[in-house]
């Protein structure tokens, strides 16, 4: 479920629909999914590319989708029942925070064999116009991944103070003008409401210095991805939900995760890496029963797409990817 982090929103809706590194994806979940009954969660199902993926090429698997978004369930749903597998899905409305009560509820024994995140803003997000995510089009301020609950961006720009505005642009967006725009957004809705996409844009091009505006991409990159990490607490969701998902794995299991900035790829590899370690003491000349890394690491750091995916899938060009395996059980 890719992110608009590199502002590329020229891209056709037929090549947005293309599950970012499909191929890679499958790899890595591969050696989990030999059982004769495997159960992955995909926690952020969009569209469905990698879940069809995934149950055509492996037959016995079954997938519990969870997505926010309620259009995009019933899109993947329809999808999958056009390929002939929706009776290996189940779909739940969910956040990915929510991942070892859903594991509890719908996986045999509360545990699942993979987990697979694609962090970020999905394409029918950024194809519908209604729901204000992409700053190309003029549009009302959503940025809600569910539509039914929850703040909206309109709503932040409207009440949040100069100084709240201006960390949120910096921490979620790292715009180099946080200040400047904040309080350009301030005068400007002291004047009038801010209520689309247009009228935010415009903000922006004044607030932000010519030079940056022809070297650095849209104007509106970096505060609309603030904005959209804000109104749905996506670092925040994230940042509980990877331990919860490390949680719900089997021994032999596996989780991937790809993401599309440097927050979130941070917040991934932080949860990860700790439990790739022995916890047995330096100065002891031998491992220790119960000791032992409980995950072990699949990649080397963050895999990037080669030149042939990003050739072939343009929106590829921004992932991260990281992966790895349950190796024992918790005490």
């Given amino acids: 479920m890719p992110v608009e982090a590199d502002g590329d929103e020229s891209m056709t809706g037929g090549d947005r629909h293309i599950p970012v590194l499909a191929a890679r994806v499958s790899e890595l979940l591969a050696p989990a999914l030999i059982g004769p009954t495997p159960v992955i969660i995909d926690a952020t199902l969009g569209l469905g590319g990698h879940a069809a993926a995934l ?32 009776d290996r899905l189940t779909v739940v409305h969910a956040v990915y925070d929510e991942i070892a009560t859903v594991a509890t509820q719908y996986a045999p024994g509360g545990l699942v064999d993979g ?30 991944m569910d539509p039914t609950v929850g703040i909206t961006a309109a709503d ?14 910096r921490d979620y967006g790292e715009e180099r003008f946080a200040s400047r725009v904040a309080a350009a957004i301030v005068r400007r809705r002291q004047v009038r409401p801010i209520v689309s996409s247009g009228d935010l844009v415009e903000i922006l091009r004044s607030a932000i210095p010519a030079a940056t505006r022809k070297t650095g991409g849209h104007p509106g990159k970096r505060t609309f991805q603030a904005l959209r990490i804000e109104v749905n607490d996506e670092l925040g969701a994230l940042t509980r939900g990877i331990p919860a998902a490390l949680d719900s794995l089997k021994v032999g299991g596996r989780i991937v995760v790809m993401s599309y ?17 022995s916890t047995t003491p330096l100065d002891l000349p031998v491992e220790l029963a119960g000791h032992e890394p409980v995950f072990h690491w699949l990649t080397r750091g ?13 929106r590829a060009a921004s992932a991260r990817l990281r992966a790895a395996e349950r190796m024992r059980a918790s005490l």
């Fill in 55 to 86: 149950l055509a090429q492996f037959p016995q698997l079954h997938i519990i989708g969870i997505d926010r978004d309620p259009a995009a369930l019933a899109h993947a749903r329809t999808r999958l029942e056009a390929a002939g597998t929706a």
């Fill in 115 to 144: 987990i697979l995140f694609d962090l970020g803003v999905s394409s029918m997000q950024l194809d519908r116009t209604e729901r204000g995510f992409a700053y190309s089009v003029d549009s009302p301020l959503d940025m809600r």
């Fill in 261 to 277: 900035q440097s927050l979130e790829d941070r917040i991934v590899k932080r949860a990860i890496a700790p439990t790739t370690k």
């Fill in 302 to 314: 963050a895999e990037l797409p080669s030149d042939a995916e990003t050739n072939s899938n343009p």
């Fill in 156 to 169: 932040i720009i409207a009440d949040y103070s100069q100084k709240d505005l201006a960390r949120i642009l």
